[in-house]
């Protein structure tokens, strides 16, 4: 397929589920990437996608939706499209939110199994496989990996950061809420454009469907939490109000929503450290202030932040930890 430019009215009427089988009845799966100005991460990104350990799975399509990038992504996708035959580029001319990439992925995605990552992440070398696998029952429509932030903990903001992803993978092992790295099968035609909250907005059809959803603790991926307060504010304000639009919408409603729940999760959380015993209540508290300013926008502003302003912090290279990032020529990209 190469290197396309969509226009904004390009999305096919007549989509129809890929093949869920290779010819040599492995698993197929096409990946799915969502790009705005990733030039710091997309790299080493698509190099953890090409050193996946594969045994029952095989990745047919690697598609990167780039969204108006003003940086070098594009340059960097294409220099490595040109060594790896699966890597397909489309372009948009401008930023519609994540939510229409995702669209032009879905219309795109050729196999049986479709997998949304966020560009910013590194892969662990067995994730694909112990995503995909569960798909062997018929039962399963969605699965969902673990992500394990890079930021350090020992500074406040970088416990903020582990604590909201082991709370997420604690309430996820009895009743999964699967984002930042997803699998599904190739049975969402489309999502709505409006929403913030693409994952949980595929989680909605694919249970309306009929279909269970499966957290793979084993499914592994790094990403890297806001590293300032304001950032941090940002993502979760925006995530709330998402969420908040999807249960009126949808009627659908996430199981990290479910604030009693983490609470006790929290009480369970705090270790007997001077850093967990203050840190835990002001992450909470921050948490908290997050969640009031994103109710605000959806019951008083009436804002959908479908296309929203970036969290700077989130976008470092992971050259601090090569353990993740992978050998050095990652970084030369």
Known sequence: MGVH???????????????????????????????????????????????????????????????????????????????????????????????????????????????LVSADTVLAPRTIEHLCLPFLDERVGMTGGHAIPVNDPS????????????????????????????????????????????????????????????????????????????????QRRRIYAGHLDLKKTSEYKVSTMSSPKLLRLVSRSIRPSWRSIFWTPGAMMLEFYARLLGAYDFRIRRRKPYIWDIATSTKVAFKDDPSIAGDSAVQDI
């Open 155 to 234: 500074t406040f903001m970088g416990f903020a950061s582990h604590l909201i992803w082991h709370l997420a993978h604690e309430v996820s092992l009895t009743a999964p809420k699967l984002g930042e790295l997803i699998a599904f099968r190739n049975i969402v035609d489309r999502i709505p454009e409006d929403t913030a909250v693409d994952e949980a907005s595929i989680e909605a059809v694919v249970t309306q469907k009929g279909y269970s959803l499966r957290y793979v603790p084993e499914a592994i991926i790094y990403n890297r939490g806001p590293d300032t307060v304001s950032d941090y504010i940002k």
């Open 5 to 115: 430019t969509y226009s904004p009215d390009s999305l096919a009427s007549n989509r129809h589920p890929g093949n869920h089988a290779t010819p040599s009845g492995k698993l197929s799966a096409s990946v799915g990437i969502c790009a705005y100005n990733e030039e710091a991460t997309i790299g080493s990104h698509l190099q953890s996608l090409q050193r996946q350990e594969l045994n029952r799975v095989e990745v047919v399509q690697i598609m990167v939706v780039s969204s108006a990038c003003r940086d070098r992504t594009n340059e960097i996708v294409e220099r490595l499209r040109q060594e790896d035959d699966r890597i397909e580029l489309i372009q948009q001319p401008e930023r519609r939110g994540k939510a229409s990439a995702v669209n032009l992925f879905l219309q795109e995605a050729r196999a049986g199994t479709c997998i």
